[in-house]
């Protein structure tokens, strides 16, 4: 019933910006931390940055100064403002969320990913 949406990706000269949604829909509770991923070809899946309820983010060390990740609890999405894009940053960006969900028994955690959007860097 939950499902994440990414939307945003592009391609973009270096230089450029882009502006990724991460948006959940379905029937929950809450989202509790919020994860961006992202994949470049033949390399290992690597966190990007992540914010918690609190609006607490952390960020990769390849990604301070140029990236900005923020959270709309009343939309249930979270945004990661990419600027001054580089080549590198080139790759397949995934959200992935904790949520919680009522269940029979409890309220229970899940962790969810979108399908993820595609980000290319190039001129």
């Known amino acids: 019933q939950v499902q994440l949406v990414e939307s945003g990706g592009g391609l973009v000269q270096p230089g450029g910006s882009l502006r990724l949604s991460c948006a959940a829909s379905?029937?929950?509770?809450?989202?509790?931390?919020i994860k961006w991923y992202r994949q470049a070809p033949g390399k290992q899946r690597e966190l990007v940055a992540d914010i918690d309820r609190s609006g607490r983010t952390n960020y990769a060390e390849s990604t301070k100064g140029r990236f900005t990740l923020s959270r709309d609890n009343a939309k249930n999405t979270v945004y990661l403002q990419m600027n001054n894009l580089k080549p590198e940053d080139t790759a397949v960006y995934y959200c992935n969320a904790v949520i919680s969900t009522t269940q029979p028994m409890g309220t229970i955690l899940t962790d969810y990913w979108g399908q993820g959007t595609q980000v290319t860097v190039s001129s």
């Open positions: 379905g029937s929950f509770l809450g989202i509790n931390i």
